[in-house]
């Protein structure tokens, strides 16, 4: 009786096929309703498969010649007859977006129902690639093959992403990577971006790869270098990347790092000079539009340089350091007469639009079309900068934003940590005609206090920073303006300079008297490509000056430096330079030739007189001997001579390594010798393979 009342409860639940068993039935399409019910499952096949042959399109991306395969799909009719794509196993992306385009054009059917309910089936189905009229009965998946299913195509993920490789076709060549800034490696395409009738903007470094490819095939260049050799070890030596891998949505590179010098100082009173550098660099890019890219170099470096290079090191020191190394950062002691001097560099580049490129990393900017800049250089050390890039009709406008460091000891706060500043700049570029180019520069330099962080005030892109200077305090901050510009005379020669006023008495210029007020300096500039017809010989001449006192700053913190090295020509202020500069190259060899004569009044700091004669910008201004009768060179007046001769080979073309051998000579003659200024007239030979990334500025 129990077990008839138990039937009789569960009866209105269950429903049963003449055989006794529970009733279900497969998902139904309109064309399928007059079938037979055991004939239901193969109808409902049939009709996904048919409107897979009917609707499937291979991308025009992926060659049915060359790839052949399967796309496995996993998928369901849910309780409302409609088609949902759970999991699709596919080598290529374009596969899976067909495969779910196409069962998203499935329409609504009829439901799967089970005891007459509606309820949900799921079916995997293999599609065959090239398509064909497949026969193959799509195959309902219980709950433990759905499972197995996606654990299947989970476990065979780690071997898919190198089934998903495509060969290396070099992106960088139009990726958002920096062009590693070298005069040398510029020199190659500078007639290129500098013709007459281009509207190219060639100030702001460095450039993109994406901008200069509009002007120079750098694939065409390289594979005119080629050594076109079968074997692996060769291509890695003399053409490639040492890892190189790239599929449609990535790629990147891995390289190592060497700069290994030895050398002879006559000199030094010791026996010989080296530098010892190893480090990797990596770079890449993300996404199929290739407008992410990323750089990283890291480089740790043992070295020992000339006798006026190691001296001039140690002078800039920090408080709790050994020297400073020149463009590079601070160094510890290694050994007895050595110095350890780690570098890392890293920076993101994304352009969400043609016109606009934005940068946030660690490294350097320069602004000019000279070997120097007095805007702004790359002679200091890296430092962490935010770059916008906006360019548009005959308009280039960077912005960027540094963070920088004072590391004297009168720059440590309570905690001993390093006085941290800011320095924000803005340059714009405009092409007035097809020969014209005219530049606006102003930057401003605050440092972090008490009351002042990072001042909201200088984000704004547009905005001139004198004025924001007088709002928050005429005193707190260092705001210095620039014009620039650039004539191409014709496609062979242009000329360019640069004008920086630090601040402006026209009073005092009006007087006559050489006022100290009247901080300024300049530049003029010529290059001549393909000098005298002789084809990749490039010739510059150049001269800068710069009155004392620029860049300096009645407060010491509010200089125009970083590491205490100037953000502008490595020389600081009260100076003149002339330069002559050749650059020549063949094939894969190459030579460079520089000439520099130079006038500089330094301080003579010998307790007697201990006045700033206005070259050194850490010291404050305050500190002159006089108002009036200032002049370039005054103080104690040195003469320099500085010529050096380098020839190589571009051993691999991808990484810019190279094998070279130079000689510098160096002529050093003040009027007197002091504590941190000494005669120097030296011969420096030196012999080295390195990885060119960076600019070397040994004519201090």
Request: proline share 3%.
């Amino acid at each position: 009786m129990k077990k008839f009342l138990f039937i009789l409860f569960l009866s209105p639940f269950l429903s049963f096929s003449q055989d006794g068993t529970l009733f279900e039935k497969p998902p139904v399409f309109p064309d399928c309703e007059s079938v037979a019910i055991e004939q239901l499952q193969h109808c409902f096949d049939t009709q996904v498969l048919t409107h897979i042959f009917n609707n499937f399109k291979v991308p025009e991306t992926i060659s049915e010649e060359k790839y052949k395969g399967e796309v496995v799909v996993l998928f369901e009719v849910d309780k409302e007859g409609a088609f949902k794509v759970i999991y699709i196993d596919a080598m290529y992306e374009e596969l899976k977006e067909e495969a779910t385009r196409v069962f998203e054009d499935l329409p609504k059917i009829t439901p799967g129902t089970y005891n007459g309910k509606p309820t949900f089936k799921q079916y995997t189905v293999p599609i065959q690639i090239p398509i064909v009229n497949q026969t193959v009965e799509a195959k309902v998946v219980s709950e433990k093959e759905k499972v197995q299913s996606i654990e299947d195509a989970i476990k065979t993920e780690y071997d898919s992403v190198s089934q998903k490789l495509v060969p290396y076709t070099n992106k960088e060549f139009t990726s958002q990577l920096n062009i590693p800034f070298t005069h040398s490696a510029y020199a190659k395409f500078d007639r290129n971006i500098n013709l007459v009738g281009t509207n190219s903007h060639t100030a702001s470094k460095p450039f993109v790869y994406e901008e200069v490819s509009n002007y120079y095939d750098f694939q065409a260049a390289n594979e005119a270098l080629s050594k076109a050799d079968a074997s692996l070890l060769s291509r890695k030596l003399w053409d490639e990347h040492l890892v190189r891998y790239q599929s449609e949505d990535y790629w990147f590179t891995v390289d190592p790092i060497f700069d290994l010098q030895v050398g002879k100082d006559t000199d030094a009173d010791f026996s010989s000079t080296y530098n010892n550098t190893r480090g990797i660099y990596i770079q890449g890019g993300l996404g199929k539009s290739n407008k992410f890219s990323f750089h990283a170099s890291v480089f740790e470096s043992q070295g020992r340089f000339a006798q006026y290079y190691n001296q001039y090191a140690e002078s800039i020191k920090g408080a709790d350091e050994t020297a400073v190394i020149p463009g590079r950062g601070i160094a510890k002691r290694f050994k007895s007469d050595s110095y350890d001097y780690p570098v890392a560099e890293a920076y993101l580049s994304y352009a969400p639009a043609a016109f606009f490129n934005v940068q946030f990393g660690h490294g350097k900017n320069f602004i000019g079309d000279g070997y120097r800049s007095l805007f702004i250089s790359d002679a200091a050390s890296p430092s962490t900068f935010l770059k916008l890039n906006t360019k548009f009709w005959k308009i280039k406008y960077t912005n960027t934003w540094m963070w920088l460091k004072d590391i004297r000891p009168s720059a440590k706060d309570d905690s001993g940590a390093y006085l941290s500043k800011y320095m924000a700049t803005h340059y714009l570029s405009w092409n007035a005609t097809k020969k014209l180019n005219i530049g606006l520069f102003e930057s401003v330099i605050w440092a972090k206090t008490d009351n002042r962080n990072f001042e909201i005030n200088y984000i704004n892109p547009i905005i001139f920073y004198r004025a924001i200077e007088f709002e928050t305090g005429q005193k707190a901050g260092n705001a210095i303006l620039g014009l620039s510009a650039k004539y191409k005379v014709n496609d062979n020669i242009n000329t360019y300079g640069q004008f920086i006023l630090d601040e402006f008495s026209l009073n005092h210029i009006k007087g006559g008297e050489k006022s100290w007020k009247n901080k300024f300096g300049y530049q003029l500039g010529v290059k001549y490509y393909d000098a005298f017809k002789f084809k990749n010989l490039m010739l510059q001449a150049e001269y800068n000056r710069v009155r004392p006192f620029t860049y300096s700053h009645n407060s010491s913190f509010l200089n125009y430096g970083h590491n205490n090295q100037s953000m502008a020509h490595l020389w600081g202020a009260n100076f003149s330079e002339f330069i002559l500069i050749g650059r020549y190259h063949y094939d894969r060899w190459f030579g460079n030739a520089k000439v520099i004569l130079g006038s500089r009044g330094l301080d003579f700091n010998d307790g007697t007189d201990n006045f700033s004669y206005g070259a050194d910008i850490y010291r404050t201004y305050n500190d002159r001997p006089a108002d009036t009768g200032v002049l370039v060179g005054q103080g104690n007046k040195t003469n320099t001579f500085f010529a050096n001769v380098q020839a190589g080979y571009l051993i691999n073309p991808a990484t810019n390594l190279k094998i070279f051998a130079d000689v510098s000579f160096r002529d050093f003659n003040p009027e007197a010798n002091t504590l941190t200024t000494f005669k120097n007239n030296t011969v420096w030979f030196n012999l080295g393979i390195r990885t060119d990334l960076f600019n070397w500025y040994f004519d201090l």
